[in-house]
């Protein structure tokens, strides 16, 4: 059961879409202080963190210009986020707390307002998951390569983009069921617990530093080393086995009758 109007809904979605852009834009204010930028840096990551992510999903969507332009709140609310990052120092710890939380309920927040705005544009579930997924975490994206970081969506710090996808997933499923409202709820909650759990208990998806070759040859190259022109040869040859029950092992180390013994 719903328990929002449509007007209540879009009304809920405009206030979670303020809430992650002055979220992201203090996430982005603070990165800025750590690499020691002015007053006009400050703004312009802000500005990128805050705002990019919803700009590139209204472009995308292409359902007439993007919000951030035409509502007169969104920049503000950026810009707030931004100073308040420049004139308010929080000590490490605070920080360290506050960044989690403040992520997590970026990438929910974001996550349903991509969702609702592909549905109100008129196109389908799976452009509603990518486009939740890309309005959580487009800005961050946008941010690290501005500020030549690998991006994090990339991976390699915890869940980060799995997050998004199944906040936007969830999301998808509950407005079929016409629980839009609880999955609003249900999102923001699922994506605090997995950050929390990301964050805190080292959740993440597999990498491949682990991964090695399984062949030979593919052993042999990944450590540099140069192969000799019989090394290469025996490589090629069909059929090759090892170990006692090898035709060519047999051939080979038998007699010189070219029979094989049984």
Known sequence: MN???VEGLASVTNVLDLAGVFASALLGGSLARTMDFDLFGFLVVGFVSGLGGG???DTLLQNG???ALVDPLYAPVAV?????AFFVSFSELTWDRLFTVLDAAVIGFWS?????RTFDAGLEWPAAIIMGTITAVGGGAMRDLLLRRVPAVFGGNALYATVAVAA???M???SHLGSASIGIIAAIVLSLGLRWGAVRRGWGLPNGRDWQPKSTLGALLQR????????IRLLRRPGRRTGAGSVHHENESGGGDGRTDI
């Not at 349903?112 to 609702?116: H, I, M, T």
């Not at 540099?224 to 090394?231: C, F, I, Q, T, V």
């Open 172 to 174: 998808v499923i509950a």
């Open 80 to 84: 707030a986020g931004a100073l308040i």
């Open 112 to 116: 349903v307002v991509g969702v609702q």
């Open 3 to 5: 328990l929002l109007s």
């Open 55 to 57: 700009m590139l999903r």
């Open 168 to 170: 936007s997933a969830v």
């Open 224 to 231: 540099g080393r140069r192969l000799r022109p019989d090394a």
């Open 65 to 67: 210009p993007p919000v």
